[in-house]
């Protein structure tokens, strides 16, 4: 097959991908978001074609049109690879300020750096604190993943002695990524904020990891965390100072802090959720008055652990499934054989093979067999299914308890957002006819990154949005929950 080379301009990065390749499959590899999911409405994915060619179908043109850009862009999500081309990425030159999310700023002096450390990925972001302009990023998988791919196991190396080398592992892959950005820019920083979940916090702070693995989960400390440059190892000077934000609780840390922050969700009057499908899933609805969060396990179904041929969202990963006149339609990332399935193609064939009637109430396949054919050789198990189900009915019954800590009823959210590692991707229809979340589609947005959102808004602020927060949020531990497992149980069902 024919390749193409795309050059990825200000991230400096060159990438190779097979002819007619969609560039929202390999773009959202290098941290760039869909806020839209790929509908053409949002404008966010605009790219800047300096060299090559991309061709402009009818429908392309008149978004291209309607959101009033010249000949010169191109929406990513309605874009393939045809030819060589080089691509300014509007996303990181943009004005964060232009965000929906009522981010507003008090222009700094000087720059900062915002950090989302998630368990699996790492992105950090180099921010003009006079304009808010992301002028540098860096992305990288977590190298702590050869310490295991989830938290669980992350903790247990943590237990096992591999605690120090977890954290010179982790310190020293930040300071690299701040140091790749300043290469480019020669600027000095005034603040690098960093947020993550509880366990990474604890890991970088090189602190015992050891209550998240024994009842009753309590961490002692969960508050800011702040050092010098110079004890992380980086040569990077810092005027002010570098910190980690606080976490909510032992299992909900500094990145859902900032989810919360990036969704206001503590402002509104009415009552908001976010959920955030990473590589576990945590949950939080509130108002200005009260908010109440939780984690649950949901998250490793999404991330393709525990499913038979799941994956993550990287190139041969099914990454969305459609049904067109009753065939089976499958979206591959890089436009290559299928070689497995991802999250959100997951939560599609779910919602497809129980719309055509090949999957029963109770996740078994009515055909008797024990396993279904997605695309090529990808297929889900009967077991596959019933992972799915215990990840769907952790969400479900996450919500619920939550709404029962408000006294509230679900209706009574009046929006919700999903945030998290492919969000950008979720068909939020399937999410909402499976049950996932059992509200109607029109109260589900997608989000993308409020952690790393969050953490840039954090930049701008003193410590005051962050208590106003922290003091009117309950972490709830939803195991303990007497209701928890009636709910759970109830919700397994299709
Ligand atoms: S226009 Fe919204 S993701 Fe492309």
């Known amino acids: 097959m024919q390749k193409h080379t795309i050059n990825l301009q200000p991230l400096g990065k060159t990438i190779q991908v097979n002819d007619e390749t969609p560039l929202i499959d390999v773009l959202h590899e290098f941290g760039i978001e869909f806020p839209c999911g790929g509908k053409g409405t949002c404008?966010?994915?605009k790219v800047k074609l300096i060299t090559g060619e991309i061709e402009v179908s009818e429908k392309h043109g008149q978004q291209i049109e309607k959101l009033g850009l010249n000949s010169e862009w191109r929406l990513a999500c309605y874009s393939n690879c045809t030819s060589d081309i080089t691509l300014e990425v509007e996303q990181f030159n943009h004005i964060i300020l232009a965000d929906e999310s009522n981010f507003e700023f008090v222009p700094l002096l000087g720059f900062g750096v915002a950090v989302d450390l998630g368990t699996t990925t790492l992105v950090a972001q180099l921010i003009d604190l006079s304009t808010a302009k992301v002028i540098a990023v860096e992305t990288?998988?977590?190298p702590q993943a050869k310490f295991g791919a989830d938290l669980i196991s992350r903790i247990q190396s943590g237990i096992d002695g591999k605690a120090v080398e977890m954290t010179t592992?982790?310190?020293?892959?930040?300071?690299?990524?701040?140091?790749l950005m300043l290469q480019k820019h020669n600027v000095e920083i005034r603040k690098i904020?960093?947020?993550g979940n509880t366990a990474m916090q604890l890991i970088f702070s090189r602190e015992d990891v050891s209550p998240l693995a024994m009842y009753p989960f309590e961490v002692k400390n969960l508050g800011m965390k702040t050092f010098i440059p110079n004890e992380l190892g980086w040569k990077t000077k810092v005027a002010e100072s570098v910190q980690f934000y606080p976490s909510i609780g032992s299992f909900v840390g500094s990145d859902i802090l900032a989810g919360i922050a990036a969704t206001g969700l503590g402002e509104k009057e009415h009552y908001t959720a976010l959920i955030d499908l990473g590589t576990n899933g945590e949950i939080v609805v509130g108002n200005k008055d009260r908010i109440v969060c939780a984690s649950t396990a949901a998250g490793p179904a999404f991330e393709g652990t525990n499913i038979s041929m799941g994956m993550r969202a990287v190139t041969g990963a099914i990454s969305s499934l459609h049904l067109e006149n009753g065939k089976i339609i499958a979206n591959v990332i890089g436009n290559t054989?299928?070689?497995?399935?991802?999250g959100s193609a997951l939560v599609d064939a779910i919602a497809i093979f129980r719309k055509l009637e090949m999957i029963g109430d109770f996740g078994d396949i009515n055909s008797g067999d024990t396993q279904i054919s997605i695309a090529g050789k990808v297929k889900i198990t009967r077991k596959d299914i019933n992972e799915f189900q215990l990840a769907k009915a952790a969400i479900a019954a996450g919500l619920e308890i939550l709404t029962q800590e408000l006294s509230i009823q679900l209706s009574d959210i009046n929006e919700l957002y999903i945030a998290g590692g492919f969000g950008s991707y979720?068909?939020?229809k399937h999410v909402s006819e499976i049950g996932m979340i059992e509200l109607p589609e029109q109260k589900i947005r997608k989000m993308g990154n409020t952690?790393?959102?969050?953490?840039?808004?954090?930049?701008f602020s003193n410590l005051k949005i962050v208590e106003d927060i922290l003091v009117k949020t309950i972490h709830v531990n939803l195991e303990t929950n007497p209701d928890f497992e009636n709910i759970f149980v109830d919700k397994i069902l299709f």
């Open 169 to 179: 592992v982790i310190r020293s892959a930040i300071g690299s990524m701040i140091d």
């Open 337 to 342: 054989e299928p070689k497995g399935i991802c």
């Open 140 to 142: 990288m998988l977590n």
């Open 451 to 459: 952690a790393l959102l969050g953490a840039k808004m954090f930049l």
């Open 43 to 45: 404008g966010k994915c």
């Open 426 to 428: 979720i068909n939020l």
């Open 193 to 195: 904020v960093i947020v």
